[in-house]
């Protein structure tokens, strides 16, 4: 069984960092598998973030993060990160990492939630000012 475990979320003050993680079991990266993070914010839609390729590492970007966040892959702990700085209010939100099975191009499934497979349960980020 397939499975995503988000962790890492909390309460920062704006401009701190924040690394979230995304522990996978069922599966591992060795396997074609695209990773993404989303967000979603109370009374809106989710937004995608990052994605990236266990095959080839690479990686994509929202205009909304990119330059701020880095997304990362760990195969021997089958596990992907979201380093997160410079962190701003209109970042707070439930994250939430899935997994496409198969792997898609990045650069699509970054704003596609419909193109994955399987999502972890949400982690909180709350960022004061």
């Known amino acids: 069984e397939v499975q995503l475990q988000a962790s890492g979320g909390g309460l920062v003050q704006a401009g701190g960092s924040l690394r979230l993680s995304c522990a996978a079991s069922?599966?591992?990266?060795?396997?074609?598998?695209?990773i993404g993070w989303f967000r979603q914010a109370p009374g809106q839609g989710r937004e995608g973030l990052s994605c990236i390729s266990s095959s080839d590492g690479s990686t994509f970007y929202s205009d909304s993060v990119r330059g701020r966040f880095t997304i990362s892959l760990d195969n021997a702990k089958n596990t992907v990160y979201l380093q997160m700085n410079s962190l701003k209010p209109v970042d707070t939100a439930f994250y939430y990492c899935a997994a496409d099975q198969g792997g898609g191009a990045v650069q699509f499934l970054v704003s596609d939630p419909k193109g994955y497979d399987y999502w972890g349960q949400g982690t909180l980020v709350t960022v004061s000012s």
């Open positions: 069922g599966f591992t990266f060795d396997d074609d598998y695209a």
